[in-house]
């Protein structure tokens, strides 16, 4: 069945045909297509154009069909060009010619926008939930090693000390960006096309805003060429998709490495590793690279859709239909990779002593001695100088920062006051850093009892 072809000669050809059906792909957006069509027979009745009693046979139909389609082997066989076809033809089989009235000054251009907004808008529902799932996560994570000293890094050499769940928080915070990118994707998705007709605007007088309440939108599109032309909301699902895919890619990294031998800090749990079929002794963090791998995909299904859109004329081009493919595929990926962390997260074992170690062997004291003689009068520039000789002393002698005491330091150089040793521990420069979002352990238990209660108001 066709929706069209009153104009046509011959029908189309068989290799057209194949190369433009999108009912493969696009019939996942059946239930929305279904719910949208049935608030569309719902207007129909109020503008007069069906009957209160024809109106009930459609909306019946349609749940039959939503129905039937839950069996993949509904679809088994049809070769209609796209979902709204199908269901259209669906609904010609249970109604009869009553079906013809479904489409009075509707177009595809309207309905498709309709359909992949109700779809888009659950979506991202599930992204923030899915995100929230992982943010609980880090912040029991980050509870049970409350102490816990890790060097933090910058070009990945070590750089200063900070607190195991100040790391945490730091991705805690990408996280909460992108359950807010997701909720403005969803604010300007939840904007109601129906009445736009193909770009003009409706021949009959729909109540439109009625249509948005029926469908629980937040409001009507303002422009109806706008409608037929425009998949920003799209972009803006596959931008919060791709950031939240780019954060989720660089935690898998940290714990890539974190979890190496060569770290030794962490262990992942066995459910989310590998094994080799060949070495017996390898434990593969397979699930975090997959997610670092499929954040190049979902990077990809933006681009390639920001590339379709770019340079269509006013309005609806045949072009807009290759917005789907990239849609589903970043919201399955986004979903799955956000799961994944969830649980990865949940199995990680952190070896508290081995990174304790590294911040105690390394130089990651070098700035708080620095700032120390600084807070005693010492002129910056100065301090970094005198800071930075005695790491280069003590590279060439071995020693690390427990290899020196008061004395030592004072024979050293003057500027460094007995007191000023105890910045040798890690623990006692972190303390200089009560400010609000640094790592001193009073800001950051501050920090962590805010981030539950921000969790808390996002659930
Ligand atoms: N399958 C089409 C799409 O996804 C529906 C709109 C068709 N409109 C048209 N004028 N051919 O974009």
Same mark, same amino acid.
């Given at each position: 069945?066709?929706?069209?072809?009153?104009?046509?000669?011959? #029908?189309?050809?068989?290799?057209? $045909?194949?190369?433009?059906?999108?009912? *493969? @792909? =696009?019939?996942?957006?059946? /239930? !929305?297509?279904?719910?949208?069509?049935?608030?569309?027979?719902?207007?129909?009745?109020?503008? #007069?154009?069906?009957?209160?009693? $024809?109106?009930?046979?459609?909306?019946? *139909? @349609? =749940?039959?069909?939503?129905? /039937? !389609?839950?069996?993949?082997?509904?679809?088994?066989?049809?070769?209609?060009?796209?979902?709204?076809?199908?269901?259209?033809?669906?609904?010609?089989?249970?109604?009869?010619?009553?079906? =013809?009235?479904?489409?009075?000054?509707?177009?595809r251009n309207e309905q498709v926008s309709l359909d992949t907004r109700l779809w888009l808008r659950d979506e991202c529902d599930r992204a923030r939930e899915l995100l929230a799932g992982l943010m609980r996560a880090l912040l029991d994570l980050a509870a049970k090693y409350p102490n816990a000293i890790i060097p933090g890094y910058t070009h990945l050499r070590r750089a200063q000390p900070v607190l195991w769940p100040h790391y945490l928080l730091a991705y805690f915070e990408m996280f909460a960006r992108?359950?807010?990118?997701?909720?403005?994707?969803?604010?300007?998705?939840?904007?109601?096309?129906?009445?736009?007709?193909?770009?003009?605007?409706?021949?009959?007088?729909?109540?439109?805003?009625?249509?948005?309440?029926?469908?629980?939108?937040?409001?009507?599109?303002?422009?109806?060429?706008?409608?037929?032309?425009?998949?920003?909301?799209?972009?803006?699902?596959?931008?919060?998709?791709?950031?939240?895919?780019?954060?989720?890619?660089?935690?898998?990294?940290?714990?890539?490495?974190?979890?190496?031998?060569?770290?030794?800090?962490?262990?992942?749990?066995?459910g989310v590793t590998s094994g080799s079929s060949l070495m017996p002794q390898k434990k593969n963090p397979d699930s975090l690279e997959l997610i670092r791998g499929k954040s190049g995909r979902v990077a990809g299904a933006l681009t390639s859709l920001m590339f379709t859109i770019k340079g269509l004329p006013m309005t609806y081009n045949r072009d807009m239909q290759e917005d789907k493919r990239p849609l589903f595929e970043a919201a399955d990926e986004v979903n799955g990779s956000l799961e994944m962390a969830r649980v990865v997260a949940e199995s990680v074992v952190l070896r508290e002593s081995v990174p304790a170690a590294a911040a105690d062997e390394s130089w990651v004291i070098a700035t708080d001695l620095a700032e120390a003689l600084a807070r005693n009068g010492t002129a910056f520039h100065q301090a970094h100088q005198l800071a930075g000789k005695l790491v280069l002393e003590s590279v060439r002698s071995g020693k690390k920062p427990g290899d020196w005491n008061a004395e030592s330091l004072a024979a050293f150089a003057p500027e460094f006051t007995p007191d000023m040793a105890r910045y040798l521990d890690p623990r006692e420069g972190m303390k200089t850093r009560e400010i609000a979002g640094g790592t001193g352990p009073r800001a950051v238990a501050t920090a962590l009892e805010e981030a539950r209660a921000r969790l808390a108001k996002l659930t």
């Open positions: 069945m066709k929706l069209w072809g009153g104009r046509f000669e011959s #029908g189309p050809s068989e290799v057209f $045909e194949r190369f433009s059906n999108s009912l *493969a @792909f =696009d019939r996942r957006l059946l /239930d !929305a297509d279904v719910r949208g069509s049935q608030a569309f027979a719902r207007s129909l009745a109020r503008a #007069g154009v069906l009957t209160g009693e $024809e109106c009930e046979r459609i909306v019946a *139909a @349609f =749940d039959a069909i939503a129905a /039937d !389609a839950k069996n993949p082997a509904y679809f088994g066989g049809a070769d209609d060009e796209d979902v709204h076809t199908f269901v259209i033809r669906k609904l010609k089989e249970r109604v009869g010619g009553l079906a =013809d009235k479904i489409h009075t000054g509707r177009s992108d359950h807010e990118r997701f909720g403005d994707a969803r604010r300007r998705t939840d904007v109601m096309p129906l009445g736009s007709g193909a770009l003009a605007g409706s021949g009959f007088p729909h109540d439109r805003e009625a249509i948005a309440r029926d469908l629980g939108f937040a409001a009507i599109t303002r422009n109806s060429m706008d409608v037929s032309a425009d998949r920003d909301f799209a972009l803006d699902y596959l931008y919060a998709a791709s950031t939240a895919m780019l954060h989720l890619s660089r935690l898998a990294e940290d714990w890539i490495l974190y979890s190496s031998e060569e770290f030794g800090w962490m262990e992942l749990g066995d």
